[in-house]
């Protein structure tokens, strides 16, 4: 009798869809009480939620292109592309539950849910805005941070020694 590992991939892909709905929900809630360029202070001087939409990549690189429109396209290709890479790796590695698969069904939830505005909207609505001291963090929103956590979760987990078993 064989026993095969239950499957993970329904429970990664829960963690994707969460953070697609976190994301769309806070961006929702933004649109809908926080005038376009306004911000309500959490912790003065320091963390505040604002409304503002970005057109472009990450800290708004291209956003003042001349080409709005083929950056526009281009971001939402490399998205998909990126996501659908994701997703494979996710399928193939779907009976484990590690730091590595937990990160990538992050920055798939990520993805998908900045991808969705860009083709809906044309541009992300960013709300958080962080400042330390003098410097002022470009605004971000939930999916980046989840994309960004998912990053840093892989790079953790290529640090850590990796036991091969024993055959």
């Known amino acids: 009798m064989t026993f095969t590992r239950p499957r993970r991939l329904p429970w990664l892909l829960l963690i994707s869809a969460v953070v697609i709905l976190a994301d769309r ?11 376009l360029g306004g911000a309500i202070p959490i912790i003065p001087r320091f963390l505040r939620i604002t409304h503002w939409t970005n057109e472009g990549a990450a800290f708004s690189l291209f956003a003042d292109t001349a080409s709005p429109h083929v950056v526009r396209w281009a971001l939402v290709a490399f998205t998909l592309v990126a996501a659908l ?3 494979i790796v996710l399928i193939r590695l779907g009976n484990k539950f590690t730091l590595a698969t937990v990160a990538l069904a992050l920055i798939l939830g990520g993805a998908l849910g900045n991808v969705h505005d860009r083709i809906v909207y044309g541009s992300v609505i960013d709300f958080i ?3 330390i001291f003098a410097y002022h963090w470009p605004d971000f929103n939930v999916a980046d941070s989840s994309v960004v956590t998912g990053a840093c979760l ?7 020694p990796h036991h091969k078993p024993p055959c």
């Open 154 to 160: 892989l790079m953790l987990d290529s640090l850590r």
């Open 85 to 87: 890479v994701i997703l």
């Open 25 to 35: 929900l806070t961006k929702i809630w933004v649109s809908a009480h926080i005038p």
């Open 129 to 131: 805005e962080v400042h």
